[in-house]
Every structure is written in structure tokens, then in C-alpha cells.
């Protein structure tokens, strides 16, 4: 089953393996041992990261390190544009309301 970069970080355990190795690349190994399931758990996780390239992988002798891809995050980013444009415009009328209530108030 393919998922999408939305399935991908909907799941609270890859959010967290997305942190963990956005500050520094990681083996399946150094990942599993800062949750509380599995290492087949974790390579699954790990898999649907790939799968979606937010993560991406190097092979370093028998090791695979395993290094977040923030040009992917962007997908995200430009949908939550069209919301945050939204929310700043609502909020810049809320501002000026509770400052014409505040001046009638005075």
C-alpha cells in the first residue's frame, strides 16, 4: 500500500522519529531503542517514512543510516499555507475589534 506524506506524519511514533532524526541521521538500531516496541515496529515505521521520502537513506559499511528529507516537508507547508493566510486574516480582524472595544470602552 503506497501512502502519502499526510499518512506518514498522521502517526504520533513516525512524528517522533521524524524529530529524532531531523538533528541527526540514525540507524534503525539508535531509533529503536527510544521507543517502547519493537525494532520490526520501528523498520515499519522507518519504511513508510521512506516510502513517502520523507526520509532518506545512506549505506555506511553494514550500517544504514537514515537522514530526514526537509525538501519533502514543503508539500506540507504550501497546503497549510492556504489555512495560515486564513487564520492571519482572522486574527488581524479579531485585533481590531477587541481594539475598537477597548477605545469605546476608555
Known sequence: MKHDIFQAIADPTRR?????IATQSMTPNALSEHFNTSRQAV??????????QLLQQEKSGREIYYYFNPDKMKE?????????NLWENR???????LSQTKIKKS
Open 16 to 20: 517522533a522519529i521524524l524529530v529524532l
Open 43 to 52: 523498520s515499519k515505521h522507518i519504511q513508510v517514512l521512506t516510502e513517502t
Open 76 to 84: 506540507v507547508d504550501q497546503w497549510l499555507e492556504q489555512f495560515r
Open 91 to 97: 486574527f488581524d480582524q479579531l485585533e481590531q475589534y
